[in-house]
């Protein structure tokens, strides 16, 4: 006899994409991983560091295969609803530790990035916040199906922003960061709770049909 079930909390991959060790991407990434576990939702917190791996080669990836490091980022991912990065930006572009493995998990099928919602962050200490980065890194996100989140958010003059409790020291930079996590979650839930993965269809207001369910297809 069927009985309703509570769904298990969603699952957010998030990650620093720098390999410095005091690097304020990690803070902003701390920051944002706290907020969203506030919510209930299941926090996996990650840093560049624990996906090691060497430059991406073809002649490599014939003969060894794919390498650790890109293996654990592809679990990650696909344990995980939707993902965030922190990216710091470098000469106006992304990070070249980033984009390697970007590279490496792209080879993986089925693709993990694909269909997966991405809430891209930075900080920086230029006036810009690293938002130039951000967008390059728009680029090959998308390019393999990640569902990116419209709104961006950057933190400029990054060590001077952050407070002794890990937050934000400007409020209002804050408040803002606040509202663009919560819209994203909302976003992912409606994504992964409801209509957007399965549909009943309708002939007439009342008139139910014997429809098959429709879901979505991506191989």
């Not at 934000?168 to 957007?196: H, I, K, M, N």
Request: charge should be negative; proline fraction near 6%.
């Amino acid at each position: 006899m069927p009985t309703d079930t509570l769904p298990g909390p969603l699952r957010f991959l998030i990650f620093g994409a720098a390999l410095r060790a005091d690097s304020t991407n990690a803070r902003l990434a701390s920051l944002v991983a706290r907020l969203i576990s506030d919510t209930g939702a299941a926090v996996d917190l990650a840093n560049m560091r624990d996906f090691d791996m060497p430059l991406y080669d073809g002649d490599m990836e014939t003969g060894e295969g794919l390498p650790r490091g890109a293996l654990a980022l592809r679990d990650r991912l696909e344990r995980s609803d939707a993902f965030v990065i922190s990216s710091p930006e470098y000469n106006a572009s992304v990070p070249g530790v980033l984009k390697n493995a970007i590279d490496w998990v792209s080879r993986v099928r089925p693709q993990p990035f694909k269909t997966k919602h991405a809430l891209l962050v930075s900080a920086s200490p230029s006036l810009v916040g690293g938002n130039r980065g951000l967008w390059a890194l728009r680029i090959p996100l998308e390019h393999l199906g990640t569902r990116v989140y419209p709104d961006m958010f950057s933190v400029a003059n990054s060590y001077q922003a952050f407070a002794e409790d890990g937050t934000l020291a400007d409020p209002g930079l804050q408040q803002r960061l606040t509202e663009t996590v919560s819209g994203f979650l909302s976003l992912v839930e409606a994504d992964v709770r409801y209509v957007c993965l399965e549909r009943r269809w309708y002939e007439f207001l009342g008139d139910r049909t014997e429809a098959a369910i429709t879901q979505r297809a991506e191989k």
